[in-house]
């Protein structure tokens, strides 16, 4: 297979020598149309032509044109270096030879090569064709092709550089880039194809790495590795994550824990604080002893009292329901640490300022309304109505209306709460309009919470009128006895069930907890999800705590009323933490702050990279009336410059509010504002504060060499594993790849007879039609 390419070697940028030569071809070519003009066309327009024609290709010679040949003689074979683009990969190794060089960095100086040394890529180019890749998480990025051999550019390899900045490691990610290559050459000869994946192996995201290189091994190519740094972890203390609340109370206090990872410094005191990045004071600090490898420090802190420590920045008028704490938690750093990068972690946690209102409807007085009731009651920061109606009640008939102990008759008025616990209540007496308005309010953000019992109620409740909102389906059997409850895979992932416990001993934490004297047996719907689950006396298990979306809101069922028995001994510690979190999961953030006209907020304020945010907005006029019929765009705003404009969707015109979703963001902090026809820029100047970026720093946990994984790889896809030191074995095992080589030559036209020959065969043209045009 012949390419061929044009190059240009000469002294001036060829597109300052373009520019002149048309130039000067337009200025030959009106001044000769001077003296041809009287001429019969079309020679007034030829003789022109050939004139200017000849005096750009000699103006062309200064760019010194080179006609570049690239012959391929039989098969190459095919090598993607797939390069760890990580931030592990910038670690120094005391350990190795060159400690004062990044693992990247080695890793480039392998392949391109250096002033003393050919890198790999020289030594393989001319008889295979590479690919050198970076990955992190996602799709893999390439950097430098041999493909684009007409390209001066991407052709170099000293100007190789990989920037190791990814928050995690997918090895997957690098078994997909020699994939995706097999794929996109599907259509063409088979080649002899290998991946050389060069790494220190910590993954942490993503899928299964192995079984995508026994994939690759079973259509003929194969997966090599190359281990980057020391199997040895170097003395380092890092903050691994920090758990706490998404929001609390703006008068409560924050509880959580800083998980803190060590390595080589048991014994000694570790200095672990918290402080607003706001303005960098400490608000909680305290000392712990290392003790292992892994320990968590429980903290508290007083919520007001950071709130009065922030700076108050809101333009005249803004009213906020939401005050986000912008924290930060740091480990001070030891003598003798090697990163300190991996010593601070922020976080952010909104403090609502804003009462909530809870709807609490049940057929009787059990215990575990009692205790629910009396446990948001006694919360400031709540307000509650209680209705109980039906037999044994003080309320035989549930009344409707907008008076205390009343449900209400309109949307409107059930909207003013954020969550509805809705009980065993009297199924002759719940009507198809009271579905309808519970339906709509979980629909536009309400949060609902479906307590079950022994009374059999609920069953029938959802087989007549809540079918699609009950999250489950019931069975034949009605109660079973249960022996303890165990978080399923997904509740283990979800902050909400941690009430006291490290995760790592959640399920641990559950199956201590009172269980039900009995439970409700029932399967999720298609779609639900399954948090916990309760385990009978024969070990069946059966969905406990089981939760979905529906529209904007979120539903939670409970098959048992009895968290009331967790208080055993230890009074409200785990009872009230597992309500207070299970109601601010299910009901949707208020609006963080809002003007005279217009009311701001998102779903959360921390995002993950490349996530992206649910923006609410309500507008109103300046008589308060809702104004639901305005073009709305929500302005996502980074350092004062607008990188997105969201347009808002109407949600409820007769309440004036919007909703919209905004792009996939980036890592960083943002500002959403809105922006509304009918409404003048100054008047709007209500806005809200987002973060973008990786809560916990995973890929900074561990840095040493993961040998084991490595090897595993390189098992699965056929290949070798060799540690950085002997990398060059590798090469043994790719150069039998290629049964074919790559011939390259230049001809320097500009030199060449060819640019001569055809100056002279333009000229005598042009004298030839000037003798017959009379001009000779």
Not at 125 to 147: K, L, M, N, Q
Not at 562 to 567: D, F, L, M, S, V
């Amino acid at each position: 297979m012949i390419w061929g390419s044009l190059r240009f070697a000469g002294d001036l940028s060829p597109w300052i020598v373009f520019t002149v030569a048309v130039a000067a071809a337009v200025l030959v070519a009106l001044l000769y149309l001077r003296e041809t003009r009287h001429i019969d066309s079309p020679l007034n327009f030829v003789l022109p032509a050939l004139r200017a024609a000849t005096v750009a290709m000699i103006i062309l010679i200064l760019a010194g044109p080179v006609w570049h040949r690239r012959i391929t003689v039989g098969t190459l074979g095919r090598i993607v270096f797939a390069v760890d683009a990580t931030q592990s990969m910038s670690v120094t190794d005391t350990q190795s030879d060159d400690a004062q060089t990044s693992r990247v960095a080695r890793a480039m100086r392998m392949l391109a090569g250096d002033s003393e040394n050919e890198g790999w890529i020289e030594s393989l180019r001319a008889t295979h064709d590479i690919d050198v890749v970076a990955f992190s998480a996602g799709e893999p990025v390439t950097v430098w092709t041999s493909g684009d051999a007409g390209d001066q550019e991407t052709d170099r390899t000293d100007s190789l550089l990989i920037q190791p900045d990814g928050k995690r490691t997918e090895l997957a990610s690098a078994v997909t880039a020699l994939a995706f290559q097999s794929e996109d050459d599907a259509d063409a000869t088979p080649v002899q194809s290998a991946l050389v994946v060069i790494s220190d192996g910590r993954d942490n995201v993503g899928g299964s790495a192995i079984d995508m290189a026994g994939t690759l091994r079973a259509s003929g190519a194969m997966v090599h590795t190359i281990g980057m740094g020391s199997e040895d972890e170097p003395a380092d203390v890092s903050i691994a994550e920090v758990s706490r609340p998404d929001s609390v109370a703006a008068d409560a206090v924050l509880g959580g824990s800083i998980a803190i990872n060590q390595f080589g410094f048991d014994g000694r005191d570790l200095n672990v604080r918290i402080e607003s990045a706001e303005t960098g004071k400490t608000v909680w600090q305290t000392s712990v002893a290392a003790t292992g490898t892994f320990q968590s420090v429980p903290f508290e802190l007083d919520v007001e009292t950071v709130i009065d420590q922030t700076a108050a920045t809101d333009p005249r008028g803004v009213r906020r329901s939401t005050i986000v704490m912008d924290l930060r938690a740091v480990v001070e750093p030891i003598d003798g640490e090697s990163i300190s990068t991996n010593n601070t972690m922020a976080f952010r946690v909104a403090a609502s300022t804003r009462d909530r209102r809870l709807l609490i409807m049940d057929g009787s007085s059990r215990w575990e309304t009692r205790y629910v009731r009396n446990l948001f009651e006694r919360d400031p920061a709540w307000t509650v109505d209680t209705i109980l109606f039906g037999p044994g009640t003080d309320t035989l008939r549930l009344e409707r209306g907008d008076d205390d102990g009343e449900f209400p008759r309109s949307r409107e008025s059930l909207a003013k709460y954020d969550v509805i616990i809705l009980g065993e209540v009297p199924p002759d007496q719940f009507e198809i309009t009271d579905a309808n308005l519970i339906r709509e309010f979980v629909t536009r953000g309400g949060g609902l919470v479906v307590v079950d019992g022994r009374y059999d109620r609920i069953k029938k409740i959802a087989q007549s009128s809540l079918r699609d909102l009950i999250p489950v389906e019931f069975g034949n059997d009605r109660l079973l006895a249960a022996s303890s409850m165990i978080p399923t895979r997904l509740g283990m992932e979800n902050p909400m069930l941690n009430l006291g416990g490290e995760k790592t001993d959640l399920q641990n934490f559950w199956s201590q907890l009172p269980a039900p004297q009995s439970f409700v047996r029932v399967d999720r719907q298609e779609g639900a999800e399954a948090w916990v689950d309760a385990v009978d006396a024969d070990g069946e298990r059966s969905p406990w705590l089981v939760t979905r979306l529906f529209g904007s809101g979120r539903v939670f069922y409970l098959s048992s009323d009895q968290t009331w028995r967790w208080r055993y001994k230890v009074a409200d510690r785990f009872h009230a933490r597992f309500w207070n979190q299970l109601l601010a999961a299910s009901m949707q953030p208020p609006y963080s702050a809002n003007d005279e006209y217009v009311a701001i907020g998102t779903d959360k304020i921390e995002y993950r990279d490349g996530e992206a945010a649910i923006i609410r907005v309500r507008l109103q006029d300046t008589g308060g009336k809702p104004v639901g019929d305005a073009t709305v765009d929500a302005l996502v705003v980074s350092e004062n410059q607008i990188i997105a404009s969201v347009p808002m969707s109407v949600d409820d015109p007769a309440r004036g509010t919007y909703t919209g979703l905004s792009p996939k963001l980036n890592s960083g902090a943002y500002e959403v504002r809105v922006r509304a026809s009918g409404f003048d820029s100054t008047a709007l100047q209500a806005s809200t504060p987002i973060w973008v970026g990786d809560r916990h720093s995973v890929e900074m946990n561990r840095v040493s060499l993961d040998r084991g994984a490595m090897e595993q790889l390189a098992a699965a896809g056929g290949g070798v594993y060799v540690h950085e030191s002997s990398a060059s074995k590798i090469l043994d095992s790719l150069r039998p790849l290629s049964s074919g080589t790559i011939v390259e030559s230049d001809v320097v036209v500009w030199q060449s007879f060819y640019w001569f020959w055809a100056v002279i065969i333009l000229l005598a043209a042009e004298w030839v039609l000037r003798k017959r045009a009379g001009l000779v």
